[in-house]
């Protein structure tokens, strides 16, 4: 790979910068909130699975 001058490679990238679709407002909201929405709905589920195994362990285990 050939060696390439700061001041090039600051250009290409600002070229390629000018190229990417940004989102916009809206869909970062949505997209966050969808995220967030998830998180807690796993966060929930992995709560109770934690719960049964721990409690099917007491139970075969007859821990009290």
Same mark, same amino acid.
């Given at each position: ?7 090039? !490679?600051? /250009? $290409? &990238?600002?070229? $390629?910068?000018?190229? &990417? ?17 998830? &998180?807690? +709905? %796993?966060?929930? +589920? !992995?709560? +109770?699975?934690?719960? %049964?195994?721990?409690?099917?362990? /007491?139970?075969?285990?007859?821990? %009290?």
């Amino acid at each position: 790979m050939a060696a390439q001058s700061p001041a090039k !490679f600051v /250009n $290409e &990238v600002r070229q $390629e910068m000018r190229k &990417v679709t940004w989102p916009t407002r809206k869909e970062t909201l949505i997209s966050t909130a969808m995220v967030l929405t998830l &998180v807690a +709905f %796993a966060a929930v +589920f !992995f709560v +109770f699975v934690d719960w %049964a195994i721990h409690s099917i362990i /007491n139970l075969i285990l007859g821990i %009290a």
